[in-house]
């Protein structure tokens, strides 16, 4: 994502920028950033019908904020990230047309994707796509091999090299496994949504809307038809759950 | 027939003898784990059904939380912990200063049984564990 940077792209992206700045000024405010009505019963499974994704409008999310980063290490007990070890489930990534000059920066974490290649190589099993569309690692199953980690093209998945003092109760973690976003599973079981849209709405920026992209009536559907948004390397046929708008 | 119901009886008092014997043996080297549990009149089911099975229920419960995302309270790992973390220690494997055990870990211990449950599970009830989260730089 960052290595395109030949002539051509950048008269895209230019191109792509006006677009996006036109279409950011048209947004309305005051709109829900995510919608949750579902409901769900604790004893009732995941749901097979819905399918759990996220929009990330880079036109929105500002340069100097790592609003979600935080939330994200916050929810999940993860380490301030200061060795190179440390998991990672939500990075920044910084993008920089060197012609024009226009720079633009936008979260990366786990796409959700719908044919998940990380799924495909685990050799246990852990690796496994939930019926509502979030791919998980299941712990008590994954040997730390890291295959996934190689199979995966977002790089969203960490290993976890050090051990974890004081996890949550509702993120258990544990050295020698294999960790990623998890949509923030815990929260949307109960109805909540993720730790990082939250944060950015906080912040003011609302550039990540949550919702489920299989309901029509939804927020992130809606936005979802109405302007030009795009998965992350999208020649891969991976169908993320995770699209980008303005990028 | 009488003369073996007869043999079979004397045969099942030595062996109740013999076991009497043994369980004392052990209750003097080894004593029983002593807890300090504060929360709840009851589990969530009678204590001798939960002494031999309440691995079958996590297991069961973790396979359906995981994988399906079924959040029932009543066996998952965390409404164990929030009702038997210790008074003053506020965990299940932490040993009181009054030389109370965990819950957990006093009876693994005693039984000889490894527990890896909270090499990734927090030990200690949301309450506290969301304290200790935010004191931490």
Redesign the interface.
Known sequence: MTDRRDDVDAGRRQFVGWGVAMAGATLAPGVMLFDLAHGRAPEAPAPRGVRWGMLVDATRCAPDCNACIVACAKEHGLPDGKRSTDAQWIRKVELKDLRSGRALGAPVMCQHCAKPPCVDVCPTGASFKRADGIVLVDRHTCIGCRYCMLACPYQARSFVHEPVVNPQPDVPRGKGCVESCTLCVHRIDRDRAPACVEACAAAGHRALVFGDLNDPGSEIAKRVASYATAPLRPGLGLDPGVRYHGI | MRRATALARAALLIAAGAAVVLASGIEARVPRPAHDTPKGERCVENTEFMRRNHMKLLVHQ???T????????AHSL?NC?DCHAGATTRSVIARGPDGSEGFCAGCHAYVGVTLDCF????A???AA??A??EE?P
Do not use: Q
């Open positions: 973790r396979d359906r995981v994988r399906e995302g079924v959040r029932t309270k965390a912990v090499e990734c599970h927090a200690t009830p949301r564990a969301t200790a989260a931490r």
